[in-house]
């Protein structure tokens, strides 16, 4: 099996969210990253680093509505 992931992932870490009226130590972090990269490996997977196609190939499988939207939702107020 291929895995295409980012080096980029090691930037998502966050330490705290907040859950049923708790905030909580997040459970996505690099340690787990790390965890499931070697269970991957492991498992006789290929790890490849993601290159960026540009949106043709996500507008080939999501609506181009939708993809507009995922863009500028963030900012919504």
Do not use: C
């Amino acid at each position: 099996m291929h895995v295409f992931q980012s080096q980029l992932s090691d930037r998502h870490d966050p330490k705290l969210y907040f859950r049923r009226g708790a905030t909580i130590a997040h459970p996505e972090n690099v340690e787990r990253l790390r965890v499931l990269e070697a269970a991957l490996r492991g498992s006789g997977a290929r790890l490849h680093e993601a290159v960026d196609l540009g949106l043709g190939v996500i507008e080939a499988v999501h609506d181009a509505g939708y993809v507009r939207f995922l863009e500028t939702a963030w900012a919504a107020p």
